[in-house]
């Protein structure tokens, strides 16, 4: 059986606060609320994140978000008033910027991404 959909889910611990956060982070309002304590962002065609509010898990979860050109994205954050972290060389041409959310949840943005390496 194929999966359609992958739902990335990102405890927080205040949902007003964290909503505002990433609506600045994405650029845009959620995509659906459809629960008091829910809302996601639809970030590719079939790729979602889901922030939730949990406040005993909040703060520990990681997510990466691979975009073409992390140049321009650290500038588009910045843009927005949000504080990425330098943009740090790993390994084989990949490139890194982590930010963290109000809570303490690190979203990191790789630059050179591919399938294989």
Do not use: C
Not at 30 to 57: I, K, S
Not at 86 to 99: N, Q, Y
């Amino acid at each position: 059986m194929p999966i359609d959909h992958v739902l990335a889910v990102i405890p927080v611990s205040d949902l007003a606060v964290s909503a505002e956060w990433y609506e600045r982070l994405f650029g845009t309002a959620p995509t659906n609320r459809p629960m008091p304590n829910l809302a996601e962002w639809r970030l590719t065609e079939t790729g979602w994140l889901q922030v939730f509010v949990d406040g005993e898990r909040a703060g520990r979860s990681f997510f990466n978000l691979a975009v073409s050109d992390l140049d321009a994205q650290v500038d588009v954050l910045r843009g927005r008033g949000l504080t990425p972290g330098p943009i740090e060389e790993a390994t084989k041409g990949v490139r890194l910027s982590a930010i963290e959310d109000p809570d303490g949840n690190t979203l990191t943005f790789v630059g050179g991404f591919r399938v294989d390496y």
